[in-house]
């Protein structure tokens, strides 16, 4: 193959997990970190052979990647291959300078910092372990190590928020003046603790979703702010080269492009294959350490299968999805009924959602399937 240019690492260790979260995670086990590490190490020769020569982009998600034990996170870092863009997720507790110099010196030029919220007691209801100052602290350490491209996610929807509190965040944010922003609807899975323990609140605040929506694409469009997919902003010509500040290695899902997944969970796509790594980290590290492939759970992915998911992708972007290859995945009288009502627009074989269809979402998109 030698194609693949988008690589996902996971590095699934926390100090503590937080209510909300569905993601495959580990507490604490510092002592397995550099195993785990070895681990990927091998699972990246295993894999090597789809990857091109240059990637375009790596990503390091979690789990929180950057508490990490330091030494296992620069001996990977060290290994990946070259890269256009190298992102890795930071809890913002963890960011030290000697953290940001460790990832300077190995190629990483942006950071993700999971803020989530300026408020205490909203961070409390989450139960995250940052402050407000930390993730302040974070933002500057990291632009004192010379980082210009950061990230800031904030989480929308908490249990008692209002209107207020998440317009003051926004502001909040935007005063630290990051390249992106990222701004997600809380999703707290059904008969999870957090579901059972705000489950009440969660109701009132679903019905108010739609407005705090509007809120997050006022307040950071009319700060200067591209609303350039759905939950993610960046800033236009921010850096002094120009370059484009859009998070490349998601743009490549969200344009199906071919991935490669690495570590316990992860999940690659490449041509018609889908398979994802089981999320057991005792197996993961079994099957490695022996020579062998992770357990994975496989999926074929018919070409039409891809073409839907192109679609639903492809349109949650602000630029205009090219429909070629991709009419037969459209219900015709569904896109003529949609631009009636102002939602879509088709123009020279591309397809857009107006502003107000961008609002309504994947109940547009739905709309649209054949």
């Known amino acids: ?26 507490v604490g086990r510092r002592g397995e970190h550099g195993r785990y590490v ?13 990857l091109a020569p240059r990637l375009e982009t790596i990503f390091l ?11 296992a996170l620069e001996r990977l870092l060290a290994a990946l291959p070259d890269a ?34 300026f408020h205490t007691s909203l961070l409390d209801v989450l139960g995250r372990v940052a402050t407000p100052d930390d993730v302040r602290r974070a933002v500057y ?36 003046e990051p390249e992106h922003i990222s701004a997600y609807e809380l999703e707290a899975k059904p008969g999870t603790r957090f579901t059972h323990a705000h ?22 469009t009319g700060a200067g702010y591209r609303w350039y997919e759905t939950a993610n902003f960046c800033r236009v010509g921010a850096r002094a080269d120009g370059g484009d500040l859009r998070a490349r290695h998601n743009l ?14 992860a999940v690659s796509t490449i041509e018609q294959r889908r398979w994802r790594n089981a999320p057991s980290l005792r197996g993961y590290l079994a099957a490695l350490e022996a020579g062998a492939p992770p357990p994975r759970e496989h999926e074929h992915l018919p070409g039409a299968t891809r073409d839907v998911e192109r679609l639903m ?47 309504l979402g994947d109940g547009v998109t739905a709309r649209l399937l054949a």
């Open 141 to 176: 350490v990291c632009r004192d190590a010379g980082f210009d491209n950061i990230s800031l996610d904030l989480i929308y929807g908490i249990p008692s928020q209002g209107s207020s509190e998440l317009a003051s965040d926004l502001a909040e944010a935007v005063a630290l």
């Open 199 to 220: 489950g009440a609140e969660l109701e009132r605040v679903a019905a108010s979703m739609e407005t705090y929506f509007e809120l997050v694409v006022e307040a950071l």
């Open 84 to 117: 256009g863009e190298v992102t890795v997720e930071a809890n913002p507790e963890t960011v030290t300078p000697e953290l940001a110099a460790l990832l300077r010196r190995n190629r990483v030029n942006r950071v993700s910092i999971g803020a989530q919220s």
């Open 61 to 71: 998600g979690g789990g929180t990647p950057t508490f990490t034990e330091p030494g």
């Open 38 to 50: 070895d681990a990927l190490l091998g699972e990246l020769e295993l894999e090597r052979g789809a």
């Open 313 to 359: 992708l492809g349109l949650r972007l602000d630029e205009p999805l090219v429909l070629a290859n991709l009419e037969h995945a459209l219900d015709d009288a569904g896109l003529r009924r949609l631009e009636r009502l102002g939602l879509a627009q088709r123009r020279d074989g591309a397809l857009t959602l107006t502003r107000r269809g961008r609002f």
């Open 252 to 265: 490549a899902y969200w344009l199906g492009r071919d991935y490669l997944g690495l570590g316990v969970g």
């Open 1 to 26: 193959m030698n194609d693949v240019r988008h690589l996902y690492i996971h590095l699934p260790f926390c100090a503590h997990r937080c209510g909300y979260c569905d993601f495959v995670t580990v």
